[in-house]
C-alpha cells in the first residue's frame, strides 16, 4: 500500500517544482520513483472521453466538465465521438475556445433590490440537466410589525357565552398588543354553514328563526356574512359584538373552513394590509365540513376559491385549497377552539402551516392570552415555504439559524429574536430535460411574511449549435459535415442545387431525405421531433415508428429503416425477433422453404397460397404439379408426331422430359379430357334415365294385369240379389200385446271398430 503513495507523493513534488530551474536533487528521484510507478496515481478516468457520446446534447450531460467543439476543421477525418471532451483537453488538441459548447449554470441578482424583510426579492438561475446553482436568502425580523387581527366566530346557539365574552377582548387586547405592535386593527366576522337542508331547518316556522323551539330570537342561518372590516377604533368593534345574535342549524359540523377562505381572499372587504402581520382567529365548539360534504346537499360544483360574499353556491373547500390560499395571502390562522373538538383541530395543524391551536376556557375567559401568545410565537418562527413546484427542477431549502444549528426550510428557525437575521441556502438542481423548456419560476415564501422570492429558472436542453440549421450537423455524428464540399458563405447556405438534392435522395423516386428531414450542400439534417430521434445519412432510420416486441423496438435486434425493422445478421421476422437458425424446421426433403408455397416465418410456415395447407404447405388439391406443367411437351417425343408438332416443341420444349406410357403415373388436365368426361357424363346419365322409364312401364303394366284377373271371380247379380240384404243372424220373438215385455236396451254392450257382432243363441 506504500506504493502507491510514494508514487502519488512523486507526482506532487513533479508538479511543486514545475517551472523552477534544474530539476534538483529532490526532483530528479521524484521523477524517477514516478516513473517506476507508472498509472497509480492518475487522475479519475476522462468520463467525457469514454462516454462515446454522439451528439452535443449527449455529451453535455455527462458532466460539467464536459465539452463539444463545434469547430468544422476540428480533428477532420476522425469520429464525430471525438468532439466530446474535458474542456482544456479541447483547447489542447487545437479548438478554438470560441467553438465550445459547455454548460452554463449561473445565478443573476439584479440591483433594483425593494424588499426590506426577504432579499432578494428576485433571482435568476441558469440551469443545465445534471447540474444545480445555489444562492443565499436572508430573511431579517422587523422590531414591531403593525397587525390585523379578524375574528370569525362561529355563531351558533351554543357560542352565545363566548360570543358575550368578546365585549371585553377588544380593550384587554389592545392594551396586551401594546408591548409588540403599535398598530392593531380589528375585524369581525359571522359564520354557521350553508343556508340548504339538510344543514338547516328549511320548515317554513323555523327558516327564520333556527331557536323557535327554544322561545329564542336568533338571526336567519347563513354561510359568511363579514359584519364589521379591520378598523382601529375598539368603540366600533365592540359595538358590532353588542349587535350579534345567534343563529342555529341542525346538523353537528359546522361552516368554518368555507367562511375561513372567504375571508382569506375577499381581502377588500377585510381590509387586510400589505404591510401588516394578517391573522384570524376561529373561535368553535365544533368541527368543520370538508370538501365532498355538500354532495349531501346536491352542491357538486368545485369550490374555485374566488371570493362569494354572496351567492356561494360551490362545495366547502379542501384542506389543500385552504392551506394554498391562506399562503398566498399571508394569513396565520388561530383555532380557539372550546370542548373535545380541540384535538380534531390540534391534528390538521401539520397540513396548514402557519397555523395554531389553543384551547379556550369557559365564557372564552383566557382569548386575550391565547392571541398574545399565539402572535408571539407566530413571530419567532422563521420557515420557508417553496410554491408553483415545476417537474424535474428539485429545490432543497437549509436553513441556517442564529444559534448556528442547520435544518430543514420546512422546519425553520424557532426562538428567533425581532431584529434577527436568518440565512437558508437554496440549492436548485435540474434532474432531466421536461417536455417544456424556456423559462420557468418558484417562489420562495418565508411563513407568516408579506414579502417573497421569485426564482427565475431558464432551462438549456439542448446545444446552441442545433439552433442553426448550418451548425446543426455538428452537433450530430449522423450529420457530419463534409467541409471541401461545403458551400456556404457566412449564414447564407446553397440548398436548392439539384445535384445537391440528388445526392439526398436514397434512391432516385424517393423524397429529399425521405420528407424528414433538409438537405443543405447535399447533406440531410434530419428533423427533430417529440415522438424520438430520426437519424442516418438520408433520415431513413428513426427510433419510434417500427413495430415493438416485448416492449423494445425491432425486439432490440434490428433498425427501424422507413418504418420497416431491418435486422441484424442471424435474426429475422417482422419485428426481428425469431433466430434464423429457426429456418431449418421450414425445409422439405427436397431442400424447399415452406414447399414453395409459403414463408418461414420464426420457424413455422405461413402458407401464402390460400388452396395449399400442411406443416410445410405440402397439400395443394388444385396446384399444377411438375408433371401436369410438362404434359404439353409429351407429344414432342411420341414417334408418329408430325413435322409441325416437333418444329412446335423445338421451340417451347427444347429440354428431355422423361415420360411413361403408364397413364397412372402421370395425369394431365388436358381440356381434352374435360371434354370426354362431360360427354360420358351425358351418356350416362340418358342411359340411367331410360332405364328408369322402361322399368315404369313395366311395374303398370303388371299392376294392370292384376285387376283384371280378380274380376274374373264374380258371377252376375239377380234383381232379388240386389236388393237382397243377408242376415248375418236372425232370431224371432213371439209376444202378446196384453203382456208386453220390457226389453232393457241399456245392456247392450257398444261394438268397438274392429269388433264382429256375435248372435247369443
Known sequence: MWVPLLACLAAGLVSLQRGQRGPGPVLGAARLLAAAVPGLCQRTENRCAISNAATCTKCLAVGPECGWCTQEDFMAGTKQKERCDIISHLITRGCDPDFIESPKVGVMVPN?????????????????????????????????????????????????????????????LSQKMENISLDLRLGFGSYVDKTVTPYISIHPGRIHNQCSDYNLDCMPPHGYINVLSLTDKITEFRSAINRQKISGNIDTPEGGFDAMLQAAVCQSHIGWRREAKRLLLMMTDQTSHLALDSKLAGIVVPNDGNCHLKDNVYEHPSLGQLSEKLIDNNINVIFAVQGSQFHWYKDLLPLLPGATASQIESQAANLSDLVVEAYEKLLSEVRIQVDNTIQDIHVNVTAICPDGSRKTGFEGCKNVKSTTEVLFNISIAMKRCGTVGGRKHVMLKPIGFNESTRVNIYTRCACQCEDSIKHRRICSSETSLDTDSSACKGNICSSSSELSSERCKMQKNHPVCNGQGDCIDGQCVCHKTKLGMIYGKYCEKDDFSCPYHLGVLCAGNGECELSKCKCFDGWEGDRCQCSSSLRKHCLNSDGQICSGRGMCVCGKCQCTDYSSFGHLCEFCPTCRTTCSEKWNCVPCHHSNSSQITLDQCKASCTYRVHYTEKSSECTSNDPSHCRIFFIIFIVTFLFGLLNVLIIRQIVLQWSNNKIRSSADYRGPATKKDKMFLPTVCTKTVTYRRDKPEEINISSTTKLQVNETFKCSS
Open 112 to 172: 433594483n433590490e425593494v424588499n426590506l424583510q426577504v432579499t432578494p426579492g428576485e433571482i435568476s438561475v441558469q440551469l443545465h440537466p445534471g447540474f444545480e446553482a445555489s444562492f443565499m436568502l436572508k430573511v431579517r425580523l422587523l422590531e414591531k410589525y403593525p397587525v390585523d387581527l379578524y375574528y370569525l366566530v362561529d355563531v351558533s346557539a351554543s357560542m352565545h357565552k363566548n360570543i358575550e365574552k368578546l365585549n371585553t377582548v377588544g380593550f384587554d
